[in-house]
């Protein structure tokens, strides 16, 4: 493989679109609702925005594989893992995966820095919580990504929604609001859908390890019930922005980007062998992206 290809499979970059989004998004935000648009703090904004999310792909990398949480789901019939396999197949050692790790936390804290001293101290807020966050998901002695509970949802609502999208528009306008807020809604829930639904891949693997997603905790048919629902809930959402006016009414297109979803979600059954589950994976992130790029069309017209 290339080294380019090497570096896209170990960062996960096919994900970083869900990142890219509500950064543009909440940046849109601020120019058609307050005319403001700086292009090099909207650069700064995106390189750490996405290192961050690169750090956080490869920080639970390193820690699953430190919980054996990947090993488990390598060896489990019937799993489909999700991680890299950069430390599973011995393809790089722990320790310069762990410093290439660091380094993209390090790139987005020097983004965050620059940033907080051009827009203000609540950048660095924003940028710390992300951090906390995206390590003590998988990291001890926290873990809240093994605990059920719907920790980990949460987390990814925050940290794919609301902080992005109220990071970016804060960056350009120095100030918070209602409506920024209202439109990370609908985009964090349809990208916690694509996490949610990455763990139908290893459900099995991961309650063997221990590690207590709600698709563990509730089973498998009763997660998928809560998939859909909680797919229902993010176009709710996304009324919710257009009826408070955060969204002009021609943003209601975007409810057609529940159309992959559903088209997978129709061919699925009660219970369904785990390589059915990746379609609805992929069909997650297109979603996420294709609606938050519809807002971002119906905010600029």
């Not at 380019?4 to 849109?28: D, E, H, Q």
């Not at 609001?177 to 439109?183: D, G, N, Q, T």
């Not at 408070?244 to 209601?252: D, E, R």
């Not at 059915?276 to 938050?292: E, I, K």
């Amino acid at each position: 493989m290339s080294k380019w290809a090497l570096f896209k499979n170990m960062t996960r970059l096919y994900s970083v679109t869900v990142m890219v989004v509500p950064v543009i998004l909440g940046t849109i935000a601020a120019y058609a609702m307050q005319k403001e648009f700086h292009f090099l703090l909207f650069l700064l904004t995106l390189v750490g925005a996405v290192s961050a999310h690169i750090f956080s792909n490869m920080v639970n990398d390193l820690w699953d594989y430190r919980n054996g949480t990947d090993t488990q789901a390598t060896e489990t019939e019937d799993a489909i893992s999700t991680h890299s396999g950069f430390l599973t197949s011995g393809t790089m050692t722990e320790k310069r995966f762990a410093a290439i790790t660091w380094g993209f936390l390090v790139l987005a804290g020097a983004c965050g820095l620059i940033l907080t001293i051009v827009s203000g101290w609540p950048i660095l807020a924003i940028a710390l919580i992300g951090a906390l966050i995206a390590y003590f998901y998988v990291a001890p002695p926290i873990k809240f990504g093994y605990r059920g509970k719907g920790y980990s949802e949460i987390g990814i609502f925050i940290s794919f929604g609301i902080l992005p999208v109220l990071g970016a528009y804060y960056v350009q306008t120095g100030e918070f609001a209602l409506a920024p807020l209202l439109l990370s809604l609908p985009v964090g829930m349809l990208t916690t859908m694509l996490l949610f639904n990455h763990h139908f891949l290893h459900w099995r693997a991961d309650r063997e390890i221990g590690k207590k997603t709600l698709v563990v905790m509730w089973g498998e048919e009763r997660a998928l019930r809560l998939s859909k629902l909680m797919t229902i809930l993010a176009y709710i959402l996304l009324i919710v922005s257009v009826v408070f006016h955060a969204l002009p009414v021609y943003g209601l297109v975007a409810i057609l980007s529940v159309i992959p979803m559903y088209k997978v979600y129709k061919s699925l059954g009660k219970v369904n062998p785990s390589e059915t589950y990746l379609p609805l994976m992929g069909a997650s992130q297109q979603s996420s992206v294709l609606c938050g790029l519809i807002m971002c069309i119906g905010l600029l017209l």
